[in-house]
């Protein structure tokens, strides 16, 4: 009946209440435009094109993040990447750049320029993009059904329509964000991957029934997977949710009559700092040759692309891990500066017990930060090649995703965030939290997705 409880408590918080009905209509309306098709595009063409696509497999990762609207040629087909795409490089060139790194100090002024900025690059990606996306459809649905004609007219349009549906998703993502419950653009993406999980849910069930096709293991193979499946999200929250605290001692002050200082505070540091960043990273630089052998014949195509265009072969899930293992370590690097969190704890007084103040606290703080990034970064690359072992038992293309990866690593860290924000709402008017101890922790890496 707690349950229950806490529902109610929820309802009865006016603000709360109006938050959670503003992202469900804003949620909706992004549903209904990932149904509406490009104009002058065919349905049974598409349809054509789905069954083609679901053999080969090329466009199933993408189509995750979009909610099936990249697939369904919507006007949301580009979706939400474009934006964190640009929010990315602007990342990076914040660490880089000196001019970056003032903006970034600016406070809010600051962040209002590389907002926008953000969305300059965003319609700069888009324009590129588009383009992209159309010719590979055009092709795609020739191979599917043997014949499409697009003209450049047509792709000049249909590019704008594209730019004009990925700015709108990121307005209603900005929505969600001020008026709304939880970071916009992550519930935009959390939204897209659910999306998908019922039907690929129902499509494994049926799948798993007496006298149906890739039935072996029957029903208890299904609820083996189901299992399985929360086993695997379980490691994935401890994984967002892993810390290593480092105590800071911080000394007594006194001005004038009052004392400050003299407590000892922790420093959490997570054992993965970079989040989900490398696997992007990582699918960036993999899906290079699965572009390559998109816009090629399979048959005329080398054994290297082969190779790598297959997401459930050997070579292309250990190049893969390898990858993201090195991106966590790159991401963290930057992201992470002991440097500087050592100045800090010296300008305030702080130091860390047995070990020097400066130079000797960023040392011993880098080498805590390498020897937790190393088992971090290979659980998260276990956790990004699942989805291949899951194949490998059997397990169908659609729900095999959920089984690790990116999609499951958003959903974690979004679930966690947003219960963060309704749990603080609901303490901040004296109602018991969601959980008995009070405590949710969401991602502090820095990023919102």
Known sequence: MRFIQTIRNIWTIE?????????????????????????????????????????????QLLD????GAFSQASIFALGIMPYITASIVIQLLGMVLPSFQKMQREGESGRQKLSQ???????????????????????????????????GWTIAYLTVILAAGSMFIMWLGERIT???????????????????????????????????????????????????????????????????????????????????????????????????????????IMFIPITV????????????????????????????????????????????????MAEDMKRNNGFIPGVKPGKKTAEYLDSIMSRITLPGSIFLGIVAILPAFARFFGISQNFAQFFGGTSLLILVGVVLDTLQQVESHLMMHHYDGLMKDGKIKGRTTGSAY
């Not at 953000?118 to 588009?130: C, E, K």
């Not at 963290?332 to 500066?337: D, H, L, P």
Request: hydrophobic share 50%; glycine share 12%.
């Open 117 to 151: 900025y953000t969305r300059y690059l965003t319609v700069a990606i888009l324009l590129l993009q588009g383009p992209a996306y159309l010719v590979n459809l055009r092709m795609q649905v020739s191979a599917a059904v043997g014949g499409a004609s697009m003209s």
């Open 293 to 340: 052998a998109g816009f090629g014949s399979s048959d005329g195509a080398n054994g290297f692309v082969q190779a790598f265009s297959d997401i459930n072969g050997f070579w292309y899930n250990f190049v893969y891990f390898i990858l993201i293992v090195a991106f966590t370590y790159f991401y963290t690097a930057i992201t992470v500066r002991p440097t500087q």
């Open 15 to 59: 603000e709360l209440r109006k938050r959670i009905l503003i992202t469900l209509l804003l949620v909706l309306v992004y549903r209904l435009g990932c149904y509406v098709v490009l104009p002058g595009i065919s349905p049974a063409d598409l349809q054509a094109l789905s069954d083609f696509t679901n053999k080969s497999g090329l466009m």
């Open 178 to 284: 001020d008026r709304g419950i939880g970071n916009g653009i992550s519930f935009i993406i959390l939204v897209g991957i659910i999306a998908r999980l019922p039907g690929a849910l129902l499509y494994e069930f049926t799948s798993r029934l007496p006298g149906s096709t890739g039935s072996q293991g029957g029903l208890i193979m299904f609820v083996v997977e189901l299992i399985l499946l929360f086993a695997v999200t379980v490691g994935a929250v401890l994984l967002v949710q892993g810390t290593r605290k480092v105590p800071v001692q911080y000394a007594k002050r006194i001005v004038g009559n009052r004392q400050y200082g003299g407590a000892r505070q922790y420093i959490p540091l997570k054992v993965n700092a970079a989040g989900v960043m490398p696997i992007i990273f990582a699918q960036a």
């Open 64 to 67: 995750m993040f979009s909610g």
